[in-house]
């Protein structure tokens, strides 16, 4: 093996050590995929990067210590370049200085970021390649794998003597706790069906990936990707992703940096996940819906808006395939008759604390 492609598989392992993995495949999209990604310079670098967001010369130090020797101004030089095409993590809250840590694999990290003209047809080409190699293995693995959690638009709550909302399934508390600043960019998955020439379905609105957490939302700043705006805007963005009967599914923790308002037409996890006969079990959810059939006037709304195809018509009444609903409570305000209603599990799945007790539980899981 030459010392370039040596690089890159050992890049690839040390990847696939961190949560989430970046698994080896049998056709080489990994590696393929990994050279679109990072120069064999940056390859490097990234291979010495921790866990823990550090400053440029603790990583300098650990460069040199291990045979890679390498000036700060250089190393500075290539940390900058990672940072605006996402293959690392930057820490500006609480540090007089920016630091960094290793990349996240998954599709929530490094890959959501490549967006706008770093989307281009070749990544989109390469990125399902991977993904079809790899996304079974996800879909046949415990519900805390997925990063995303699906919570309820928040009109479709039923009257609060009725049960507790959680602050986590409350998308208004999640904002509202949030310590900002915000941010918002285009959903890579509308984007990646955009670059093909196919169009959505299920919306015209291109802007709703929101970060709600600060290094988060400076991070697609400094990229390039993103721009700040207010809590308002947020709850604009939020209600007009509502009429479209868009799904809101925050990172999986209880305080999430991010949240994603999804679609079943692109979406890179509701729309595999909607092949699934049950995805309901794949879901970390604490809702669904009933119908009440003597409300209903069949008009089929709810049918034509659900994301993961969970409605239906049955003598001119809509039902629930409740191994398909995932409780984001669109079709209750969608519903002109009230028929449909939400309705509490009787287990309550509660969310990792943070997004360091996520990863946690995904290294758990995922490793090969």
Same mark, same amino acid.
């Given at each position: 093996?030459?010392?370039?492609?040596?690089?890159?598989?050992?890049?690839q392992? !040390?990847?696939?050590?961190?949560?989430?993995g970046?698994?080896?495949?049998?056709?080489?999209?990994?590696i &393929?995929?990994?050279?679109?990604?990072?120069?064999?310079?940056?390859?490097?670098?990234?291979?010495?990067?921790?866990?823990?967001?550090?400053?440029?010369?603790?990583?300098?130090?650990?460069?040199?210590?291990?045979g890679?020797?390498?000036?700060?101004?250089?190393?500075?030089?290539i940390?900058?370049k990672?940072?605006?095409? #996402?293959?690392?993590?930057?820490?500006?809250?609480?540090?007089?200085?920016?630091?960094?840590? +290793?990349?996240d694999?998954?599709?929530?990290?490094?890959i959501?970021?490549?967006?706008?003209?770093?989307?281009?047809k070749?990544?989109?080409?390469?990125?399902?390649?991977y993904?079809?190699? $790899?996304?079974?293995?996800r879909t046949?693995?415990?519900?805390?794998l997925?990063?995303?959690?699906?919570?309820?638009? &928040?009109?479709? !709550?039923?009257?609060?003597?009725?049960?507790?909302?959680s602050?986590?399934?409350?998308?208004?508390?999640?904002?509202?706790?949030?310590? #900002?600043?915000? +941010?918002?960019?285009?959903?890579?998955?509308?984007?990646?069906?955009?670059?093909?020439?196919?169009?959505? $379905?299920k919306?015209?609105?291109?802007?709703?990936?929101?970060?709600?957490?600060?290094?988060?939302?400076?991070?697609?700043?400094?990229?390039?990707?993103?721009?700040?705006?207010?809590?308002?805007?947020?709850?604009?963005?939020? #209600?007009?992703?509502?009429?479209d #009967?868009?799904v =809101?599914?925050?990172?999986?923790?209880?305080?999430?940096?991010?949240?994603?308002?999804?679609?079943?037409?692109?979406? *890179?996890f509701?729309?595999?996940?909607?092949?699934?006969?049950?995805?309901?079990?794949?879901?970390?959810?604490?809702?669904?819906?009933?119908?009440?059939p003597?409300?209903?006037?069949?008009?089929? =709304?709810?049918v034509d808006?659900?994301?993961?195809? +969970?409605?239906?018509?049955?003598?001119?009444?809509?039902?629930?395939?409740?191994d398909?609903?995932?409780?984001?409570?669109?079709? *209750?305000?969608l519903?002109?008759?009230?028929?449909?209603?939400?309705?509490?599990?009787?287990?309550?799945?509660?969310?990792?604390?943070?997004?360091? +007790?996520?990863?946690?539980?995904?290294?758990?899981?995922?490793?090969?």
């Open positions: 093996m030459d010392n370039e492609k040596k690089v890159y598989r050992d890049l392992k !040390f990847l696939n050590t961190l949560p989430g970046f698994s080896a495949t049998k056709s080489g999209s990994d &393929r995929l990994l050279k679109y990604l990072f120069t064999p310079e940056e390859a490097r670098v990234a291979m010495h990067l921790s866990t823990k967001p550090e400053p440029a010369k603790q990583i300098h130090n650990r460069l040199n210590k291990s890679t020797p390498i000036s700060i101004k250089e190393l500075q030089k940390l900058d990672m940072l605006y095409k #996402g293959t690392l993590r930057p820490y500006y809250e609480g540090y007089d200085e920016t630091h960094y840590r +290793a990349p694999p998954t599709a929530g990290g490094m959501s970021v490549q967006l706008n003209d770093k989307l281009t070749e990544f989109v080409s390469l990125l399902n390649e993904t079809a190699e $790899t996304f079974a293995k046949s693995s415990p519900k805390i997925n990063p995303l959690r699906t919570v309820p638009v &928040r009109k479709s !709550f039923p009257h609060p003597e009725k049960f507790s909302v602050t986590y399934d409350d998308i208004r508390k999640i904002i509202e706790n949030a310590p #900002g600043p915000f +941010a918002v960019a285009n959903c890579i998955c509308r984007q990646k069906t955009k670059r093909f020439g196919v169009k959505c $379905t919306t015209n609105l291109e802007e709703t990936c929101l970060m709600i957490n600060p290094d988060h939302a400076r991070r697609y700043i400094d990229m390039g990707i993103g721009r700040f705006i207010s809590s308002e805007e947020v709850f604009d963005i939020l #209600g007009r992703a509502q009429e #009967g868009l =809101i599914q925050p990172e999986n923790s209880q305080r999430p940096e991010a949240i994603c308002v999804c679609c079943g037409d692109c979406c *890179v509701l729309k595999p996940l909607k092949a699934h006969p049950r995805p309901a079990e794949l879901f970390l959810t604490n809702y669904y819906v009933e119908v009440d003597e409300l209903c006037n069949g008009c089929e =709304i709810c808006k659900c994301q993961m195809d +969970a409605r239906a018509m049955v003598d001119g009444v809509s039902v629930v395939n409740l398909r609903c995932i409780g984001c409570g669109n079709c *209750v305000v519903c002109s008759s009230n028929a449909n209603r939400l309705e509490k599990k009787d287990q309550e799945n509660l969310p990792p604390e943070d997004k360091e +007790a996520y990863y946690m539980t995904l290294l758990s899981q995922t490793q090969d």
